[in-house]
Each structure stands twice: as C-alpha cells, then as structure tokens.
C-alpha cells in the first residue's frame, strides 16, 4: 500500500484501526482517504466517514474510463499474497499477543495496533478487535507460488515462511488462548495445519 500510494504522489500514513482514530488522524494530516483491511472506506468529502456507496461508485467510474475488466483494473495494484483476516476468540489475548512476539521476535515490531510483526518480505498484524471478543491477524508475503515443503525442510519462499508463521500463530492461538475449548472444525483446522507443519506452535 505505501508504494502505491507514493506512486500517486501521496503519503502514506498509518493508524489504529477503528474509525475513530482514522477519522482523527485524517482531520490532523488533511488526507483525503482512509481505509481498513475489513473493507470499510473513508472519504475527507464526506466528513471523513466511511462509505461502501461512494467505494462502489469511485470503482465504476474508473471502470467506465478503462477499457478493461474489474480484475484487469486493479491487477498492478495486486501486489501481495494475502491471508485475509483470520479472527480466533482467546480468554486472553494479551498474553497470546505477547507470546506471538517472543516467537517472532527476530523481526521488526511495533505495538501501534496491537502487534506488528515485520520480517523482511513479510509481516503480520495480530490485534484484538474493538468491538468483539476475538484475535484478529492479518499476513501479507510477497507472493503465494511456492507450495508447503515438507516439515523437515526451510522455508523455500517468502509465501512459505508466511504461510508457516500463519499457522504457528493461529496454534498458538487455539492452545495458549482457548484453553482447549473450541469447536469441532476449528480443531480439525489446528490440527490439520500442526500435522504438515513443524514450528514454535506446534502440538506434536
């Protein structure tokens, strides 16, 4: 996001999510749109409130100066394999966020949001949601190509090493964050992913 924007001549500048900071920080640097990873869109036009209606129709009237489809339109802008946000109720999510630093503390981190992991050509957010009683994380690597090694193995991409920082995060999640107590498909998911997967998270 930072490159693209500076592409366009702006600055990128980052905030705690919740539309009460975005909204804060855009009246103090004057910008002139916000956004989050949840899809909510904020315009410096409409009082710096988010709006899906106003996202929708500043994205069909680029469509209708593109002779192009919606995926041919924003293909350069696609520069990142991402792992969407994975939400994971814990009983207590500072002690999880903490212990997912000491795991990953090799890489850069802030505590802006939560926790902010940066390891080289991947990173993660991993944040307590404001309104719910969930984890929230989110991971970006630089490309999704490369398919999982076999456990014994180093990572062999940036997409591997993020896809395996996944995993162990959310493990660690489920067993120093749930107390066991999880349903049947979440289970099934942990253990699945600890079965193809050696790491700090492990539950071998």
Known sequence: MPEVIAE?????VRTRVGHSFIKQVMAETGAVFGGEHSGHYYFADNFRADSGLIAALV?????????????DLVSSLDR????????????????????????Y?????????GLTG??????????????EP???LNLEAADDDDVLAPPDAAPRSAAEAAHRAEVDAAIALYWNGRD?????DEEDLFVDAASRLDGPGRVR
């Open 8 to 12: 366009g001549g702006g600055t990128a």
């Open 59 to 71: 994205i069909l009237e680029a469509l209708s100066n593109h002779n192009g489809g919606l995926a």
């Open 80 to 103: 990142y394999a991402a792992s969407g946000e994975i939400n994971t109720t814990v009983d207590d999510a500072a002690a999880v966020i903490d212990h997912v630093a000491d795991v």
């Open 105 to 113: 503390s090799a890489g850069e981190q802030d505590r802006m949001d």
């Open 118 to 131: 940066d390891m080289g050509d991947w990173w993660f957010n991993l944040r307590p949601s404001n309104t």
């Open 134 to 136: 969930l984890l929230r």
């Open 180 to 184: 066991g107590h999880c349903t049947t």
